[in-house]
């Protein structure tokens, strides 16, 4: 992989683009891994993946129904490019096709291995160390071969049309108005729009059609599997969330749920930054894993108490009926935390913040997985219908951001070309 990468500047490029938004959860983080449901809304800070590509010359590309033959490409020609731009990182990463297969074929036998409890997990970073390379390119190129052994295995196309499908794309291009690192669910956003627009600049390379109900459970499956390279075993919370959007109740093994909210009820959630986690989302999942292990009796007492939370705050988000700082919603955020706390990823400086804010009458909670050392936590769930927080007086002393302005509840993922 190489640095100072430039666009092509062959012929007129056309785009495929998606967006995703973020997510937040208001309740059922860690406790979703092991059963009990969760409560997540999508979060309007969005992530816009677009890719740029050569459309090819009409009968080039055929199927294996097609009559004529796919012409025979040699490695070289195979091998070309692909340019990943991250300019919210600063970065422009050159990568050969011949690259990505490896990378994604190592990560999968990885993560396999991980989810059998034959190994510990490694994320993208350290199974791949590059210190040139940073490990959201990794992740993005992950994504792309995720898309290539699917279509290789579903054996619709010759090899040779796929990898001159893909030898079109020039650029993909990723964006993002969420916080890396946050909570925000920003790596499934990223994993299902990177998804989404290589599908469907590869679709119309090779003449398929959009099945846009099956294709929405078909990306969601193809961005689980890209977040478990980076995360290890997500719930897949944040890949339904940014997919779905609205607010959602999910449930390993169930029907994902749309919570009708009523319009009042979410007035005064808002979500913090406390300042990016020490540890990666798949790091603290997996320390919580084995704690449990370690004593399965304690945090199963703990995650079953989160699930009934959760059902509650539902119930109270569809009623509507609040009654201030001090209503049923903002207890429940309160014991939501104490949760999170006695599991073991809130740290100090963050549990010393929900305590100031819930001395001016809000409450607040993680939301997300947490971390393990501080001194951030990614996300902090605000509640304060009442509007009574001082941010000035909390933020004294403190390297804290404002409240993000972003709404909850908003519309999943978009597709358009440009």
Same mark, same amino acid.
């Given at each position: 992989?190489?640095?100072?990468?430039?666009?092509?500047?062959?012929s007129a490029l056309?785009?495929?683009?998606?967006?995703?938004?973020?997510?937040?959860? *208001?309740?059922?983080?860690?406790?979703?891994?092991?059963?009990?449901?969760?409560?997540? /809304?999508?979060?309007?800070?969005? &992530?816009?993946?677009?890719?740029?590509?050569?459309?090819?010359?009409?009968?080039?590309?055929?199927?294996?129904?097609?009559?004529?033959?796919?012409?025979?490409?040699?490695?070289?020609?195979?091998?070309?490019?692909? &340019?990943?731009?991250?300019?919210?990182?600063?970065?422009?990463?050159?990568?050969?096709?011949?690259?990505?297969?490896?990378?994604?074929?190592?990560?999968?036998?990885?993560?396999?291995?991980?989810?059998?409890? @034959?190994?510990?997990?490694?994320?993208?970073?350290?199974?791949?160390?590059?210190?040139?390379?940073?490990?959201?390119?990794?992740?993005?190129?992950?994504?792309?071969?995720?898309?290539?052994?699917?279509?290789?295995?579903?054996?619709?196309?010759?090899?040779?049309?796929?990898?001159?499908?893909?030898?079109?794309?020039?650029?993909? #291009?990723? &964006?993002?108005?969420?916080?890396?690192?946050? !909570?925000?669910?920003?790596?499934?956003?990223?994993?299902?729009?990177?998804?989404?627009?290589? @599908?469907?600049? *590869?679709?119309?390379? *090779?003449?398929?059609?959009?099945?846009?109900?099956?294709?929405?459970? #078909?990306?969601?499956?193809?961005?689980?599997?890209?977040?478990?390279?980076?995360?290890?075993?997500?719930?897949?919370?944040?890949?339904?969330?940014?997919?779905?959007? !609205?607010?959602?109740?999910?449930?390993?093994?169930?029907?994902?749920?749309?919570?009708?909210?009523?319009?009042?009820?979410?007035?005064?959630?808002?979500?913090?930054?406390?300042?990016?986690? /020490?540890?990666?989302?798949?790091?603290?999942?997996?320390?919580?894993?084995? /704690?449990?292990?370690?004593?399965?009796?304690?945090?199963?007492?703990?995650?079953?108490?989160?699930?009934?939370?959760?059902?509650?705050?539902?119930?109270? *988000?569809?009623?509507?009926?609040?009654?201030?700082?001090?209503?049923?919603?903002?207890?429940?955020?309160?014991?939501?935390?104490?949760?999170?706390?006695?599991?073991?990823?809130?740290?100090?400086?963050?549990? @010393?913040?929900?305590?100031r804010i819930e001395?001016?009458?809000?409450?607040?909670?993680?939301?997300?997985?947490?971390?393990?050392?501080?001194?951030?936590?990614?996300?902090?769930?605000?509640?304060?219908p009442g509007q009574?927080?001082?941010?000035?007086?909390?933020?004294?002393?403190?390297?804290?951001?404002?409240?993000?302005?972003?709404?909850?509840?908003?519309?999943?993922?978009?597709?358009?070309?440009?």
């Amino acid at each position: 992989m190489n640095f100072g990468a430039e666009r092509s500047s062959g012929s007129a490029l056309s785009s495929a683009v998606a967006s995703a938004p973020g997510k937040v959860i *208001l309740m059922g983080e860690h406790a979703a891994v092991y059963g009990q449901p969760a409560l997540v /809304a999508a979060l309007d800070l969005r &992530t816009e993946a677009e890719v740029a590509f050569e459309p090819a010359a009409g009968s080039t590309l055929r199927s294996p129904e097609s009559p004529a033959e796919s012409p025979a490409e040699s490695p070289a020609e195979s091998s070309s490019a692909v &340019t990943l731009e991250l300019p919210d990182l600063g970065t422009t990463v050159a990568v050969e096709w011949s690259e990505i297969d490896p990378l994604r074929d190592a990560a999968y036998r990885q993560s396999q291995l991980h989810l059998n409890g @034959d190994a510990d997990f490694m994320a993208l970073g350290t199974l791949m160390p590059n210190d040139q390379v940073p490990t959201v390119a990794l992740f993005v190129a992950a994504a792309l071969g995720e898309v290539c052994a699917e279509w290789r295995q579903s054996q619709a196309f010759r090899d040779a049309a796929l990898d001159q499908a893909r030898r079109q794309v020039k650029t993909v #291009r990723v &964006t993002s108005q969420a916080p890396l690192g946050a !909570g925000c669910g920003s790596s499934a956003a990223v994993a299902a729009s990177v998804i989404a627009a290589f @599908d469907q600049a *590869l679709r119309e390379q *090779l003449g398929v059609a959009l099945d846009s109900a099956s294709d929405l459970d #078909r990306i969601e499956r193809l961005a689980l599997q890209v977040e478990r390279y980076q995360h290890g075993r997500p719930s897949g919370v944040d890949t339904a969330a940014v997919l779905r959007g !609205g607010i959602l109740r999910v449930r390993q093994g169930a029907e994902l749920e749309t919570v009708v909210v009523a319009p009042q009820a979410i007035v005064g959630f808002s979500v913090a930054f406390t300042g990016q986690s /020490a540890e990666s989302t798949g790091a603290v999942v997996d320390a919580v894993r084995r /704690a449990r292990q370690a004593y399965p009796a304690g945090l199963d007492r703990h995650f079953e108490q989160i699930g009934a939370l959760t059902d509650q705050l539902a119930a109270c *988000l569809v009623s509507g009926q609040e009654s201030g700082a001090t209503s049923e919603v903002g207890s429940l955020i309160r014991h939501g935390q104490r949760h999170l706390e006695a599991i073991g990823v809130v740290p100090q400086s963050v549990i @010393d913040l929900v305590r100031r804010i819930e001395a001016q009458g809000g409450s607040a909670k993680v939301s997300g997985a947490g971390s393990l050392a501080g001194p951030g936590a990614g996300v902090l769930l605000v509640y304060d219908p009442g509007q009574e927080l001082d941010w000035d007086e909390l933020r004294s002393g403190q390297d804290l951001p404002l409240p993000l302005n972003a709404a909850l509840g908003a519309s999943g993922l978009r597709s358009s070309r440009r």
